[in-house]
């Protein structure tokens, strides 16, 4: 292995070891469904909203795996070799993208939802998260423009490359751990607000 390949293989693990990142926002998922299945699940959308996190929870752990083997393969000559296992991350990861725009958007009608003056939101941490993925979202997309055909370039390239990878990979991991926690703080409010006549009463 020639030294360039070293420096490259090195850097590369950085960016996939960045998925460790994603095991609290899999861990956080799971304790979500643990504490919706205390809801009376009297009706389809409370079953439904209880394993839907489950789902995530599970979900989350197979993109943390697809991404990995994605980026393990991605210098190498095995990936041309087993393309189908190499692609894997490119339909979790943008499936699991949109899953947390979804998220984004019922959290924002939560927040915006006039219901009892009592209730607790934390809309300064949900901006937050917005930004964070709204940032990591626009580097992701600036890379793929302008950094196409990354391979067949030159040391700096590569490093510049997997550099705008990694930088995409904490500020995103970090806003979907945020987004996350606001539904773990007020999940059984956020269910009564959207999914009941709550607000009615």
């Not at 960045?18 to 979500?32: E, H, K």
């Not at 979900?59 to 210098?75: D, W």
């Amino acid at each position: 292995m020639t030294q360039t390949s070293k420096i490259i293989k090195y850097l590369n693990r950085n960016v996939y070891l960045t998925n460790i990142l994603l095991l609290p926002s899999a861990i956080t998922s799971f304790a979500i469904y643990e504490d919706s299945k205390k809801l009376s699940h009297n009706t389809i959308e409370e079953t439904l909203y209880t394993y839907f996190w489950l789902f995530l929870s599970l979900y989350t752990i197979l993109v943390i795996g697809a991404s990995n083997i994605h980026h393990m393969l991605m210098f190498s000559e095995r990936r041309l070799v087993l393309p189908r296992t190499y692609r894997v991350d490119t339909i979790t990861a943008p499936i699991f993208g949109l899953i947390m725009a979804g998220l984004s958007l019922l959290y924002g009608k939560f927040l915006y939802t006039k219901c009892h003056e009592s209730d607790n939101k934390y809309p300064l941490m949900y901006f937050s998260a917005m930004i964070f993925m709204v940032i990591g979202t626009i580097v992701f997309i600036l890379k793929r423009i302008f950094m196409k055909g990354f391979r067949e370039k030159g040391l700096l390239y590569k490093i510049k490359y997997l550099e705008s990878h990694t930088f995409f990979h904490y500020i995103s991991y970090t806003g979907v751990m945020m987004m996350l926690y606001l539904f773990l703080f007020e999940n059984k409010l956020i269910f009564k607000t959207l999914f009941t006549d709550y607000c009615k009463k």
